[in-house]
């Protein structure tokens, strides 16, 4: 399983991005996905994720309300649609797939993840 992430690059606060990320799975309906970052000296943190069945989702405190998951099975796809960006989003963003996770629960923390893509930097600038 192969994971893509794209869509980062410098963004002004305020302003908006969309990240996508590619999994190369034959079941890709059957993973759970989340996303994480990591700004630079900092630990990696979660951020967004979604159940493989019923599209539930979970957010961290720090983006609820700005942010937003969501799935496209047919596309193979996860998507973080990111508004009102602040300084403090600034980071790689990675995107993860749990194999069988909770249906219905989303996966929030890192141990569960199975596969991980490779980060898509996301600068915001004052």
């Known amino acids: 399983v192969q994971l893509q992430a794209s869509g980062g690059g410098l963004v002004q606060a305020g302003g908006s991005l969309r990240l996508s990320c590619l999994v190369s799975?034959?079941?890709?309906?059957?993973?759970?996905m989340g996303w994480f970052r990591q700004a630079p000296g900092k630990e990696r943190e979660f951020v967004a994720a979604i159940s493989w069945r019923g599209a539930s989702t979970a957010y961290a405190n720090s983006v609820k309300g700005r942010f937003a998951v969501s799935r496209d099975n047919a596309k193979n796809t996860v998507y973080l649609q990111m508004n009102s960006l602040k300084p403090e989003d600034t980071a790689v963003y990675y995107c993860?797939?749990?194999?069988?996770?909770?249906?219905?629960?989303?996966?929030?923390?890192?141990?569960?993840?199975?596969?991980w893509g490779q980060g898509t930097l996301v600068t915001v600038s004052s």
């Open positions: 993860a797939a749990a194999f069988r996770a909770n249906p219905v629960v989303p996966v929030t923390t890192k141990d569960e993840y199975n596969y």
């Open positions: 799975a034959r079941t890709f309906s059957s993973y759970a």
